[in-house]
């Protein structure tokens, strides 16, 4: 497997069968700025290749998880000549976007640790993530409309995580709320004190890695298509999946070992087959 991306503005962390990936930019409360979304872009690329890591976590370095995008460096973007070829400001977003639904089809899990805070591509982090923790202190929102511009790539994956009414008010509105009301609405499935959102981060990694690594990718690859296909052919690809666990060596390891009454392999070693 090749050599995990070198990093400036990403702390990564490999532990058997997890990645940390912590965005770090502490003295911006880890805004995007163009080389982070690359170095993000390039980390979701070697994930997509990697057979070892079956849970991602997503953290901020100093306290905050992620307060968007750099609007200086954006700033000072739209200064930049636009030609019949090169648009650098639709270029870099376009560029967030197709890394945005990279992370959202891994086949690892992943778990976003949201504290701070996360505003505009934070939040969309925490709606892209299969699961959010949230602190009770975090404080969340979408403030692009404030600024004259739109939550333009993450806007799909907050009305996917929310709802389409929910989200409009939250756009149209710019409106900030705190880690109750992430939970509330949906974006977070556990809400935490600030002294106990490590514990639960635990808790939750453990279950992840009670399941069997093949059985959790093709569970999310069931579920992201639902209401993007016709019916029938999602009855299909459900049973084409199913059929492959079943009659593959983790479906007949995890199977065997619910009837002799033992863990299954990839509990004892903390390792994921090839998906």
């Known amino acids: 497997m090749p050599d995990l991306p070198k990093c ?3 702390l990564l962390d490999v532990q058997g069968p997890r990645l940390n ?3 770090n930019r502490p003295d911006q409360r880890n805004a995007i700025n163009s080389q982070m979304g ?3 872009a390039a980390v979701v690329e070697w994930l997509s290749n990697s057979d070892e890591v079956r849970v991602v976590i997503l953290r901020g370095a100093g306290g905050h998880f992620c307060a ?12 930049d000549v636009v030609t019949e070829d090169s648009d650098p400001i639709m270029e870099r977003n376009r560029g967030a976007g197709m890394a945005f639904l990279r992370f959202e089809n891994l086949p690892q899990t992943t778990i976003a640790v949201v504290e701070g805070s996360a505003f505009g591509g934070g939040m969309g982090y925490a709606c892209l993530a299969d699961i959010t923790i949230v602190s009770e202190t975090a404080k ?35 409106e900030r709320f705190g880690g ?9 499935q556990y809400l935490c004190r600030d002294d106990t959102i ?8 453990a279950k992840v890695l009670k399941c069997g690594p093949k059985a959790n990718a093709a569970t999310k690859a069931i579920m992201l298509k639902v209401g993007s296909v016709p019916e029938e052919d999602m009855i299909r690809f459900s049973a084409e999946k199913f059929s492959l666990l079943n009659r593959g060596a983790e479906g007949k390891e995890g199977q065997s070992a619910f009837a002799e009454k033992r863990k299954p392999a990839w509990q004892e070693t903390g390792e994921g087959g090839k998906r």
């Open 198 to 205: 490590d514990t639960t981060l635990e808790d939750v990694v």
């Open 21 to 23: 990936l912590t965005f």
């Open 38 to 40: 690359e170095e993000f």
């Open 68 to 79: 968007g995008g750099d609007i200086k460096e954006r700033r000072n973007m739209a200064e």
């Open 140 to 174: 969340m929102g979408m403030p692009e409309t404030t600024l004259g511009v739109a939550p333009a790539q993450i806007a799909p994956y907050v009305v996917k995580r929310i709802g389409l009414t929910r989200a409009r008010q939250l756009a149209l509105t710019a």
């Open 180 to 188: 109750d009301k992430a939970y509330e609405y949906g974006i977070a």
């Open 8 to 10: 400036e503005f990403l």
